[in-house]
Structure formats: C-alpha cells, structure tokens
C-alpha cells in the first residue's frame, strides 16, 4: 500500500515498538529502530528477533537496529515513538537535537505523565513546538500483531499530512489505518481503558460472569466519556477503535498487561508481586492514580476508577468495593440522551413527594382521629 519508501524511525525497542517497525518494513518501510539494549540490538540485526519482548516473533529482516539515535533518526520522515509514559520525555529530550520540523512525529504510548497531566502528543509538542505531530491507538495487541492478525488502528492528528502519510506507511494486508481529528479524544481513549481493563482482569480471576464483565465495560465507556468530554474531547470518538474498539481487547484478553496485572491481584497477589511478576509496563496502575486525582479536581464522577483505586491502594477488597458500586445511586444508562442530573432530579422529587404524601396521610389521619375522638365525646 505504500506509494513511496517512506524512511521510518521507531523509538522503542518493546513489544509494540517492535511490531510497529516491522508493519512498516513489511510495507516497504527503510526502518531503523532505536533501543538502548546492545544485546538486543545484535539479536534483531543478526536474528530478526526481539528475544526479550516478543520472542516469537520473525521481524521483517530489513529492520535495522541501533542503539545510535543521532542515526536511527538522520534521515527519518516519520518517527514513531514506543517509549513507556514514565520515561517518554527524557527520550524525547534525547532525541531533540535530530529532530526536524518536517518530520511527522507519532506517540504509540497510552498513558499520562505524572506531574504534569499531559498527554504524550502534547509532551512532544512541548518539547520540539513542530505541527505535524500525532497518535496512534486502537484495538493492538502487540502480539497479535506479530501473529499477523487482522488489526485495525487509529492515526489522530489535527494535521492532514500526518494522517495520509501515516497511513500510506502503515496500512498493509493486514493492518489497517483509520484517521481522526479528536487527537485528545484517540489519546485519552488509550489511556483511560487501561484502567477498566486492570478491573475486567480481577473480575475474571474472582470468578465474575459475563453479564458482569459487559456491565463493566459499557459503564467504563460511560465514565470514559464523561472525563475526556469534561477534558475537550469529542463523546463520538468513543465509539471508534480508540474508545470501545480498545476496551473490549483490552478487556477481554490475557495478553493485555493491564488484564494480566488485575488477573494477578484477582487470584491474590500484591500489586507489587503482579507488577514484578509482568515484568513489562501496565500504565494503567499510574493512570488510575491520576485520573482519580484529576476527577476530583474537576469535580467528574467516575465511580469504577475510584473503586478501582481504593482496592489497588488502600487494600479494600475487590468484592467488596463490587457490592459497594452496585449499591450506588441509580443513574441514567447513556447520559448523552438522559442526563445523569435528571434522574438524580427525578429522584429528589420522587422522594419530597413520598414524604409529602406521607406528611398528608399522617395529618389527615390525625385529624380523622379528631373527629373520631369529638364524635366519641359526644356519645359519651
Ligand atoms: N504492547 C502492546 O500491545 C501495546 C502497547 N502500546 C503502548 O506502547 C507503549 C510502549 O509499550 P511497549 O512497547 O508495549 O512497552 P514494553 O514494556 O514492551 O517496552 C518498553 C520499551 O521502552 C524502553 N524504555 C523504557 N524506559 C526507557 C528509558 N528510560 N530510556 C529508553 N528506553 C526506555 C524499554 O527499553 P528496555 O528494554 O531497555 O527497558 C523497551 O524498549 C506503552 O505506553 C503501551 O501502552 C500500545 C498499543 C499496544
Ligand atoms: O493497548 C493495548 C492493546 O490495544 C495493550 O494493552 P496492554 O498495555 O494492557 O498490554
């Protein structure tokens, strides 16, 4: 599908990193990818072979690697960056003395930075000021990916020249690129999932059903919506790849870490002893911090990601926090149609008005009892 070879750099050498540079070879792609390991550098030059994230896995044999940014990036039109949220602008800071303000510049990372709250588009942003910068997100397990399964992503960016080259690059048989304008919503989309997908994960493990795991889902979706509107973000952007599309893999499969680490807890294991055990990153452990603290700020209600965080951090059990949401006030299913307000509205007057009535019935009553009790006198 490419029309041209497009030069490509890959910053990253994990799982999705790898998988990426080799879509983009097996498109006709010239692709060097960057990681700081030598040992896994030699094995993917000389073995086609990333052995340490996805074993399995024969790359396109054209993908160079190199622990070298200065040359990894000399001659990149696209630059994809596949570098964990917590360590995404120290290599972006890295990277800035070869980088240009033509090169398209595309954050493959679905999480939040700790201090500041950004998203990693808006990091790069930040860091280098160029226009032609996006993201990429969607239903992608690595894995699957390497399994050449068919898959589906999303490229978000305000930038018309981002969006087509990034799907000419990496658009083939077996990938296909969708384009976006809600940057922030795609982005956001990525990172929140990961949070539900910690919760679905323990669900499983705690023995939880499938009516349970589509509640969950369908009302992360409805929590989702309603942060990244209250951040700008387009509510419609949810229906995409990067809002259910995501979830729902997420969700559902034990090859996602977020999944795996709540599997783990589910079963009994400390956060600690599930994070060590994966050994990779699961963002969603951080982005569920932040997001709670940021709901609050912005006064969101988001009542899974809260619940959520008091059993990853404060020890209340899973199944406890469970009853404690199903207990929770009723509210409406899609609030896009009935707002929540309403039916809590709705709730109110219901509750004024059976008090009421019962005010009346219990004055009208007395005042029976009057009448009995005058009547009564007059017999007497
Ligand atoms: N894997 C997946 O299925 C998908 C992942 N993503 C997103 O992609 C992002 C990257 O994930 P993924 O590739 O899976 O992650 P992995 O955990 O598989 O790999 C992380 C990569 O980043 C490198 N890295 C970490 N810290 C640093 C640092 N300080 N300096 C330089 N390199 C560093 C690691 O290098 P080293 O080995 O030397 O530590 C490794 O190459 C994540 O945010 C994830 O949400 C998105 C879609 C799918
Ligand atoms: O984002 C992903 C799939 O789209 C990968 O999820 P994990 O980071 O949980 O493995």
Known sequence: MAEQQINVAVLGGGSFGTALASIAADNGARVHQWMRDETLVAQINHEHRNGRYLPHYVMNSAVQASTDLQAVLADAELVLIAIPSKAFRSVVQAAKAWLRPEQILVSTTKGIEQDSFLLMSQVLEQETGFTHI????????????????????????????????????????????????????????????????????????????????????????????????????????FLGLAGVGDLIVTCSSNLSRNYRVGYAMGEGRTLEEAVDALGQVAEGVNTVKLVCAKASEMGVYMPLAEGLYHVLFDGVPAQDMARTLMMGEQSSDVEFILPRETVQREHRDQALHNHASKDHASKDHASKDQVFKNSGDKNA
């Open 134 to 237: 996006g993201v990429i997100a969607g239903p992608n397990l690595a894995s699957e990916i390497a399994d050449k399964q068919l898959t589906a992503t999303v490229i978000a960016s305000a930038d018309p020249l981002t969006r087509t080259r990034v799907q000419q690059a990496l658009g083939c048989r077996y990938f296909r690129v969708y384009a976006s304008d809600d940057r922030h919503g795609v982005e956001l989309g990525g990172a929140l999932k990961n949070i539900y997908a910690i919760a679905a994960g323990m669900a499983a493990a705690l023995g939880m059903g499938e009516n349970t795991r589509s509640m969950l889902m369908t009302r992360a979706l409805a929590e989702m919506s309603r942060f990244a509107v209250a951040e700008g973000a387009n509510p419609m952007t």
